[in-house]
């Protein structure tokens, strides 16, 4: 045995057990709700599917994990600053608006990074806000606010 290598964890093995987990959960989340029944799609279709999908997507990381890099050592920097983000965006939506809390939020996540390429998160941000805006507020309808301190609610 001591001329035997150690086998050490693999990155993608590691994520995809992770993504796997986190599909379990959020299928067992909506266990309850109907998927729908003659044609028709119910309240828990969506979740459901995506779920799957997720869980799926798991496992083709994990099939892909033979090539994979071995787990290496992390910080706590990207998850803390997109976390960061993601509470920033909810604080910030109904006083600021989507126009000033989307590009925000994406700006304080890519604070994470130390390869972060201002001009294109730059960009970035205003094309999915307007994505954002167009979807949500036009398209959908939603009552989310885009201006409130410009144009009202």
């Not at 496992?59 to 992390?74: H, I, M, P, T, Y």
């Not at 803390?80 to 909810?90: D, E, K, N």
């Not at 608006?97 to 925000?104: D, E, I, N, Y």
Request: glycine share 16%; net charge positive.
């Amino acid at each position: 045995m001591a001329g035997m290598p150690v086998k050490r964890l693999r990155q993608d093995v590691l994520g995809g057990l992770v993504v796997i987990a986190v599909a379990g959960f959020a299928y067992w989340l909506a266990r309850h709700l109907p998927a729908g029944a003659g044609g028709g799609m119910g309240p828990g279709t969506l979740p459901k599917g995506l779920a799957l999908l997720l869980g799926a997507l798991g496992v083709a990381l994990l099939l892909n994990s033979v090539n994979s890099e071995s787990l290496a050592r992390w910080s706590i920097r990207g998850p803390l600053f997109v976390l960061g983000a993601l509470v920033l965006f909810g604080l910030a939506v109904r006083p600021l608006g989507l126009v000033v809390a989307g590009p925000l939020a994406i700006a304080v996540a890519a604070l994470g990074s130390s390869e972060v390429r201002w001009r294109e998160t730059l960009i970035f941000g205003a094309v999915v806000t307007l994505f954002c805006v167009g979807l949500f507020k036009f398209a959908l309808g939603l009552p989310i606010p885009l201006a409130p301190w410009l144009i009202g609610y």
